[in-house]
């Protein structure tokens, strides 16, 4: 299943969530091992169709954060 994460910072390393849906739907336990694969979402187009319209625009907005930096 395809879904996105923030990462954040977790001691000195950078952790991922699994949205507790996925975990669900997945029967997930905690320390089991689950395979990640990385991309980052950098082009707008890249998420045209993969998400509803509510979430692009939301989507569109956090990554425009830090632009003016």
Do not use: H, Y
């Amino acid at each position: 299943m395809l879904t996105r994460s923030r990462l954040r910072r977790w001691g000195n390393s950078l952790g991922v969530t699994v949205p507790k849906e996925l975990v669900r739907r997945e029967g997930l336990r905690e320390g089991e091992e689950v395979e990640v694969q990385v991309r980052r979402v950098s082009d707008i187009r890249a998420l045209r169709g993969r998400f509803p319209i509510k979430e692009l625009q939301k989507a569109k907005e956090e990554m425009r954060k830090g632009w003016g930096e």
